[in-house]
């Protein structure tokens, strides 16, 4: 097994009207290719922190940080923004689509800032849109999808690049039970049969229960690890 | 299609109803900046039309006092003039104070040989002569009144009571743009005649001389000479280039138009304020998409360029329709106001202050906005929007 996210003694604190707040304290933590791990935590514990962290779009104080062998902490701005596009898939609460793009230049846009050429670029997004059965929306702009619908156009933005992984902050939070289904449905699959390297923050247990292993964060500080076997084969999806 | 451009064009359109409102205002300001500058200018026309191989030779003590006429031959005699004529204010009202047009006492026979500028048809020039009640006027007030040839034109003076009326000989167009097509001529004799039986104090007695000169180089040298000549004399004389002349007249208003001036710079700070105030609202409205952008790895130049791309689009839509307008709005006042504003053109100055005025509209407005959204932090970005 290979480290993807390799984490030592990471601590990161906030400055608030002077006075230094802890946010993330001594945080070790390491995860393999292929992991599919669900964050949890109170509200505040510093779960969104330290996903911000590991996507490189936040910097820690002090301790060690390596994603696919890389220290990104050594990284500038512009280095940073770099190695994002290249290696993170991002997927938000709030789907954070750009409003005037339609579905389909949404799946496109983060693949302009790659050498794909114009014809390899339209393959991957018409690809991606497909994985996420979302072809016949592809005119569609996010205004005229539900919020189900529009998270699955997140998705397939999140993994037309081919990230080494992919960050979810509560993915499923503004989501009805059934559109939540799918997303952790298509969350798994991704997991499953491409092999996508997942961390998700969740409040939501039934979310938590599709992931491999569950790491809980209270007030900055890792607790217990559950692990459960990591299910192997077709059954998973069904 | 590029995406930045893509995205631009659409967020352009994201509020049609904000931008519309931008463009207007922006539109409005530009026209009306277009408008003050030319208003400026136009009071400089004068001037600028004017030649500095004429010079004018006035009374040294006032404008309102005369010389006397015998001081015509006498100028012609100084080394390096060429000619002389004499010109008279005649400030008479037709029908209504509201017709004003400049109106002069002239000789027929010297003085339009000094004004090769107003172009006047050999017939009538010579019809003009011929009749001491004779008078020549500008195209632009001939068609203002709708007056034709042989037209009887009723004047009350003013400064010569009773009524005065002048039969119309001639009709004078400009050799150029800018020149004054308002001005009307009657002969200084037949005004000098009347004045005679009338107020024989006043009579034979000019307003201004006005020195045409072999070398126009000359001209400091000539006037030191006419100046030098009457010295010491009744009336002493001031001797300037018609420029000059016409420049101390606007010196008298300077004020009005550097406040005209001051208003035109106004405008656009004003504008520059409304457009920056959009943009800012904007850029905050977005926030969460400029965050979004950065997070999927946009560069930071991206971002300013959304904003700078969109700021600068709006402007220079606005501002190239606000300078366009310009002409049109200029062509309606120069007709309005053709008698006080005998020339009213919109010059290159303007149309590239209008425009340099429009793009720096534009570049300010989204400074700001482009500032804050590119060192604002991706977190952050996501965190601010509740
Ligand atoms: N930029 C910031 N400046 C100051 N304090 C911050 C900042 N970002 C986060 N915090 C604080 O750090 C703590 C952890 O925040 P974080 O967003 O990581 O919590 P979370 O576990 O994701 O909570 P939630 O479940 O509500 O999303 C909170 O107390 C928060 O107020
Ligand atoms: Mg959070």
Redesign the interface.
């Known amino acids: 097994m290979t480290a993807v996210v390799e984490i030592e003694h990471l601590s990161k604190a906030y400055q608030r009207g002077g006075q230094v707040v802890p946010v993330l304290q001594d945080i070790t933590l390491t995860l393999q290719i292929g992991d599919f791990v669900a964050l949890m935590g109170p509200s505040g514990s510093g779960k969104s922190t330290l996903l911000n962290l590991i996507a490189g779009i936040d910097a820690p104080d002090s301790g060690l940080l390596r994603v696919a062998g890389v220290d990104i902490t050594e990284f500038g701005e512009s280095e940073l923004a770099q190695w994002r596009a290249e290696h993170v898939g991002f997927i938000f609460q709030f789907y954070n689509l750009m409003p005037v793009l339609t579905a389909y230049e949404n799946v496109e846009l983060p693949l302009t800032l790659t050498h794909l050429s114009r014809r390899q670029r339209r393959e991957h997004a018409r690809l991606a849109l497909d994985l996420v059965s979302l072809s016949d929306r592809a005119d569609h702009y996010p205004s005229q999808l539900s919020g189900g619908q529009q998270q699955r156009v997140a998705i397939a933005r999140a993994l037309v690049t081919d990230p080494t992984l992919i960050v979810a902050d509560e993915p499923t939070g503004d989501l009805d039970r059934v559109s939540a289904r799918e997303i952790l449905d298509l969350l798994e699959s991704l997991n499953e049969s491409l092999r996508k390297t997942i961390i998700m923050v969740t409040h939501d247990h039934l979310a938590a229960e599709r992931a491999h292993i569950v790491r809980h964060l209270d007030k900055g500080v890792l607790t217990e690890q559950v692990d459960r076997p990591r299910p192997r084969g077709a059954g998973a999806t069904a | 299609m590029n995406?930045v451009l893509?995205?631009i064009a659409?967020?352009t359109l994201?509020h049609p109803l904000r931008t519309l409102l931008t463009v207007l205002g922006i539109v409005v300001a530009i026209t009306a900046f277009g408008l003050l500058r030319t208003t400026v200018d136009a009071w400089y026309a004068g001037a600028e039309a004017s030649s500095a191989s004429r010079l004018v030779v006035r009374n040294k003590n006032s404008l309102t006092f005369p010389l006397p006429l015998y001081y015509g031959p006498k100028i012609r005699l100084i080394e390096g003039v060429e000619s002389v004529s004499a010109a008279q204010w005649f400030a008479g009202i037709y029908i209504d104070k509201k017709n004003f047009f400049p109106q002069f006492a002239v000789d027929p026979h010297t003085y339009f040989a000094l004004f090769p500028e107003f172009v006047i048809p050999p017939e009538q020039m010579k019809a003009f002569q011929l009749d001491r009640r004779g008078a020549i006027a500008g195209r632009k007030i001939v068609e203002k009144f709708g007056w034709k040839l042989g037209d009887q034109i009723p004047l009350i003076g003013t400064i010569y009571p009773g009524t005065w009326s002048f039969v119309l000989r001639g009709v004078y167009t400009g050799a150029n743009s800018r020149t004054d097509e308002t001005q009307f001529f009657l002969h200084w004799d037949n005004l000098n005649e009347t004045l005679k039986k009338v107020a024989p104090d006043s009579a034979n007695q000019v307003g201004i001389f006005l020195v045409g000169l072999k070398n126009a180089r000359e001209a400091p040298l000539v006037a030191q000479r006419i100046d030098a000549q009457f010295r010491n004399s009744r009336a002493e004389t001031l001797t300037e280039t018609e420029k000059a002349f016409q420049l101390s007249f606007v010196a008298m208003t300077e004020a009005i138009l550097l406040v005209i001036q001051a208003v035109s710079f106004l405008v656009i700070a004003i504008i520059m304020a409304v457009m920056a105030n959009t943009m800012a609202m904007t850029a905050r409205e977005r926030r969460?998409?400029y965050?979004?952008?950065?997070?999927?790895?946009?560069?930071?130049r991206f971002i300013a360029a959304l904003i700078i791309g969109e700021s600068l689009f709006i402007a220079c839509a606005a501002g190239a329709l606000g300078t366009w307008l310009i002409y049109p709005a200029a062509a309606y006042v120069g007709r309005r106001f053709g008698t006080i504003f005998p020339v009213f053109n919109v010059s290159d100055n303007t149309v590239i202050m209008a425009l340099a005025a429009t793009l720096l509209v534009g570049l300010v407005a989204a400074a700001g906005p482009a500032l804050q959204a590119s060192t604002v932090?991706?977190?952050e970005g996501?965190r601010a929007v509740g």
């Open positions: 995406y893509k995205l659409r967020n994201r969460r998409e965050a979004t952008l950065k997070a999927l790895g946009f560069p930071v932090k991706v977190s996501f």
